[in-house]
């Protein structure tokens, strides 16, 4: 069975920096895209960042030049490093990896992390 474990979330202040982490574990063959996503109060999850294996990277057009999303394969796990944060950014955040297990190639979700900006 393969888990994803986020962290990093909290409460900040407008302007404010937080990294958020998720790592994957169990049995994994390798990894290929990963990303992470996040829900408002009221609204659809949405695509925030993603990276493929070779390091490529999308960013929403609200985010971008603001978050940078980054992978360590060796330890399994994604980062996104959230600069200058803004009111509008408040959301609980949930990472995503395209896992294959030598069974599977599935999409595994974590349980997410609460990110909050507030003054």
């Known amino acids: 069975q393969v888990q994803l474990v986020e962290s990093g979330g909290g409460l900040v202040q407008p302007g404010g920096s937080l990294r958020l982490s998720c790592v994957a574990s169990?049995?994994?063959?390798?990894?290929?895209?990963m990303g992470w996503y996040r829900q408002a109060p009221g609204k659809e999850r949405e695509s925030v960042a993603t990276?493929?294996?070779?390091?490529?990277?999308n960013y929403a057009d609200s985010v971008k030049g603001r978050f940078t999303i980054s992978r360590d394969n060796a330890k399994n796990t994604v980062y996104l490093q959230m600069n200058s944060l803004k009111y509008e950014d408040t959301a609980v955040y949930y990472c995503?990896?395209?896992?294959?297990?030598?069974?599977?190639?599935?999409?595994?979700w974590g349980q997410g992390t609460q990110v909050t900006v507030s003054s």
């Open positions: 995503n990896q395209n896992i294959h297990t030598g069974w599977s190639l599935s999409d595994y």
């Open positions: 990276i493929s294996r070779g390091g490529s990277t």
């Open positions: 169990g049995r994994i063959l390798s990894i290929n895209a």
